[in-house]
């Protein structure tokens, strides 16, 4: 994978934004791991997720730290 921001948009395509604004699903406060404010377990390191968006005619794969929102690395291949 190669380690960018986000892929570029597509001619015609404006580059979405992500929406800091909601409510993280995924907080880690303290060492203390919450889902949804239910505490699921104790944890030290980072907390990664994988965004997949399946077109029809595209695949995107995003690797994203869910605590700063950032995205590490990202992917995107045509869908066979």
């Known amino acids: 994978m190669r380690r960018t921001g986000s892929p570029p948009p597509r001619e015609g395509q404006k580059r979405r934004q992500c929406h ?7 907080e880690k406060i303290v ?22 968006d399946v077109g029809t005619t595209t695949v995107v794969l995003h690797i994203v730290d869910l605590e700063s929102s950032e995205t590490l690395a990202a992917e995107a291949f045509e869908n066979p």
């Open 31 to 52: 060492g203390v791991l919450y889902a949804d404010g239910e505490r699921i377990t104790t944890h030290t390191g980072s907390i990664y997720g994988l965004a997949v």
């Open 20 to 26: 800091s604004s909601l409510d993280p699903w995924i």
